[in-house]
């Protein structure tokens, strides 16, 4: 099989759970693996009344608002690159920012992906409290290898 293990993560625990298993699939298949944090661009549609402030006031929040963001992203992606690491996989992070199921129809792409990677949409709070949001059957059918959809 040629390709990558692609995983989309956002820091759940349903997401370190598909990590763990992206992981065992990476050693068993002898593939790369790419790590993927999504960081939904919908957040910058943040107005309403609490927005009385000035433009300056708005930007300043949404400058330290992303950068948390950004933060939080790269501490998830280096401690799955230390347990990938530990296991002798070649491993490749990545931070990225847009609509999230098109970012991950990208991902898939280029390079090719021979396997694709979620957190369980299904899982409960506090698996899915990081953020990450999709429609598993829009993008199944968007998608051109198979998808794993780890554990609750």
Partial sequence: MNGQILLVTDGSPSADAAGKT???????????????????EGWR?????????????????FHWFEDGLKSHAETVLAEFRQQVNDKGIPVETEIKIGKTEKV?????????????????????????????????????????????????
């Fill in 22 to 40: 992206a992981i065992e699939m990476a050693q068993s298949m002898k593939l790369p693996l790419r790590a993927v944090f999504i960081l939904d």
């Fill in 104 to 152: 991950i129809v990208e991902c898939t792409v280029n390079p090719e992906t021979s396997l694709l990677v979620l957190p369980n949409p299904n899982a409960v709070a506090p698996a899915a409290a990081a953020g990450l949001r999709f429609n598993l059957n829009s993008l199944s059918q968007k998608v051109k290898c198979p998808v794993f959809i780890g554990p609750r």
């Fill in 45 to 61: 549609n943040l107005l309403g009344d609490e927005w009385i402030n000035t433009s300056s006031t708005r930007m300043r929040f």
